[in-house]
């Protein structure tokens, strides 16, 4: 019962410090699990403090690995994906479910996740501060696919997806993708 309760509180904590943010998809899916299984450390006040000291310090490697990963899943066999640098337009397959019939969309977390470290990629470039996730893709993804509109305008980029689940993300700042051509090293390739 107790690993219960303390896995429930470090859930709260996380999303209500905005610490997540911090986090990059693959790092929020592993945070997801082990709350989930009951697997986090105790809740007392050295803990959190110590994982609070710890994402804030190492948010860097987070924030690369998030990029590195948005790249790498990206597939090759669309003619405007250039898994290795930003262009003018990617292709993101399992943005939403499938639609069956005249139901909703649902959006995939992990995909939302990614488009999140996206923005942060964005966000950087451009001098702003990292937004917030309790504001995140999944937020405006899960907004839309309730009013049943296919498209979202944002800052960076416009979205628009298919009743196969995929999107098309047509970047809107060029200006920051060209400052930063070659955005993945070519080991990273």
Same mark, same amino acid.
């Given at each position: 019962?107790?690993?219960?309760?303390?896995?429930?509180?470090?859930?709260? !904590?996380? $999303? +209500?410090?905005? !610490?997540?943010?911090?986090?990059?998809?693959?790092?929020? +899916?592993?945070?997801?699990?082990?709350?989930?299984?009951?697997?986090?450390?105790?809740? =007392? /006040?050295? @803990?959190? =403090? &110590?994982?609070?000291?710890?994402?804030?310090a190492?948010?860097? +490697? /987070?924030?690369?690995?998030?990029?590195?990963?948005?790249?790498?899943?990206?597939?090759?066999?669309?003619?405007?994906?250039?898994?290795?640098?930003?262009?003018?337009?990617?292709? /993101?397959?399992y !943005?939403?479910?499938?639609?069956?019939? @005249?139901?909703?969309?649902?959006?995939?977390?992990r &995909?939302?996740? +990614?488009?999140?470290?996206?923005?942060?990629?964005? &966000?950087?470039?451009?001098?702003?501060? %990292?937004?917030?996730?309790?504001?995140?893709?999944?937020?405006?993804? &899960?907004?839309?696919?309730?009013?049943? %509109?296919?498209?979202?305008? /944002?800052?960076?980029?416009?979205?628009?997806?298919? $009743?196969?689940?995929?999107?098309?993300?047509?970047?809107?700042?060029?200006? !920051?993708?060209?400052?930063?051509? @070659?955005?993945?090293?070519?080991?990273?390739?």
């Amino acid at each position: 019962m107790t690993a219960r309760i303390d896995a429930a509180g470090w859930g709260y !904590l996380m $999303k +209500e410090s905005g !610490l997540r943010t911090l986090m990059d998809a693959k790092a929020r +899916e592993e945070w997801d699990k082990g709350v989930y299984e009951f697997r986090t450390p105790p809740l =007392t /006040l050295p @803990n959190v =403090t &110590s994982t609070f000291e710890m994402l804030h310090a190492g948010r860097a +490697e /987070l924030f690369d690995r998030g990029v590195i990963h948005c790249f790498k899943r990206l597939s090759w066999d669309y003619k405007t994906n250039q898994p290795f640098r930003f262009g003018k337009r990617v292709v /993101l397959r399992y !943005l939403y479910q499938a639609a069956s019939g @005249n139901y909703t969309q649902n959006v995939v977390h992990r &995909s939302a996740d +990614e488009l999140d470290d996206l923005v942060r990629v964005f &966000s950087v470039l451009d001098g702003k501060p %990292e937004p917030d996730h309790r504001n995140g893709m999944y937020v405006h993804l &899960s907004e839309a696919a309730r009013k049943h %509109e296919r498209t979202i305008e /944002l800052e960076y980029f416009s979205i628009r997806w298919f $009743k196969n689940g995929n999107g098309h993300l047509t970047f809107r700042r060029p200006d !920051l993708a060209t400052h930063y051509p @070659n955005a993945l090293a070519s080991e990273v390739r």
